[in-house]
């Protein structure tokens, strides 16, 4: 039997696409762009190494994406992880999808250098529900995208 769909949440406001609309991003907002897709740092992480990789256009599915869209998203999701992993020598990168919460419907995905024993899988989310004085500052995010944008640009592409 087939599952019933689920309808849509009307949105009446959407970060992402607030956010896509800037004229001018800090740094940590323009780790990589090219027009269809924008990596920037988790503006509210206790860690520094939370990536957010954001498409361009409003889609609320990965279904949504079209061929070019899936095409750069396949080559940015290794080539963020290989970024993390080398730049803060973990053994590897966490890449989650949801786009569940209120006004963070919008494709995002996020690549997340692997936390330390104590939050691993799933507690990793533990790092966005810490208090504001726990977040990492936007200079050392800014410093960190710098170093990411570095090694992103080594990286070939097709």
């Known amino acids: 039997m087939p599952q019933r769909e689920e309808p849509r949440p009307a949105v009446t406001r959407c970060h992402s696409c607030e956010q896509n609309a800037l004229a001018e991003w800090p740094p940590r907002e323009r780790i990589y762009d090219d027009g269809l897709w924008r990596i ?42 290989r970024a993390l992993e080398a730049e803060l020598g973990v053994p590897k990168a966490y890449v989650m999808f949801l786009a569940e919460l209120e006004q963070f419907h919008h494709v995002h995905v996020h690549v997340v250098a692997r936390p330390s024993p104590d939050l691993r899988g799933t507690k990793v989310f533990d790092l966005l529900k810490r208090p504001p004085e726990e977040w990492v500052t936007d200079d050392d995010m800014d410093a960190f995208a710098a170093r990411i944008t570095a090694r992103l640009d080594e990286e070939p592409r097709d």
């Open 40 to 81: 920037a740092h988790a503006f509210n992480a206790a860690r520094i190494g939370w990536l957010v990789l954001v498409l361009r256009r409003h889609a609320e599915s990965l279904g949504e994406l079209t061929p070019a869209e899936a095409a750069v998203f396949g080559r940015l999701v290794p080539a963020a992880s």
